[in-house]
């Protein structure tokens, strides 16, 4: 930073995380048409076990057997991407195209995720068909996703209690926790580190993961 302004040192934020949140539009029909599309495919299918610690984790596919609503919601994910997304050497012509995978997350009480990442993928999103709190605000319920700051453990392993001094006089945090909410959508570089914590409620909660990979479009076109 220039130290000639007469402040004092400057510190400047180099090298953010974007995490996109957005709000599904019309989500309580949307999320009915979901909610009955995934709990009856759970019934039809055994799932499988990837990250999720208990519960139900649907295949792959699901933007094969879900249907309408999940292409409506897979283009909102889209759009978001879209806009927060720049081809730094694209000359007015796209050079990438999206190539989508989702699945389908089911989790009754004691269910959880463990840390994990996506690699291969440029955005991971999250989207709450049903958050399982059923109104309360009681935070001992649990259930929360956590995006864990990429630069953890190796500056903390010695020195735990130090924190990087944020604008405002707050220290910097290791783990950024979201709360659920039914239609909420968050989106995040699939490289980030994420997980749940355990859920203490007695609802199920039902979620929708999505990766996007991007795909040369010479490749798609070959």
Sequence with gaps: MNSTTGKGPQAAALFDTPVIVDQMPGAAALNAELKRTILDRQAAEPGMDISNIGGWHSDLEMLRWAGEPAHRLLERVIAAADHFTVDIK??????????????????????????????????????????GYGGSADDSLGGELVLIDPRMPAIRMNTPDLRFQRPGQKPDDHEKWFRPTSGLIVIFPAWLSHAVRPYKGQGTRISIAINLSAVPLSVVQS
Aim: aromatic share 20%.
């Design 90 to 131: 694209s000359k007015g012509e796209p050079r990438f195209r999206w190539f989508p995978e989702m699945w389908a997350n089911v989790s009754p009480a004691g269910a959880s995720n463990q840390t994990h990442t996506h690699p291969g993928a440029f955005w991971s999103a999250v989207y709450y068909v049903e958050d």
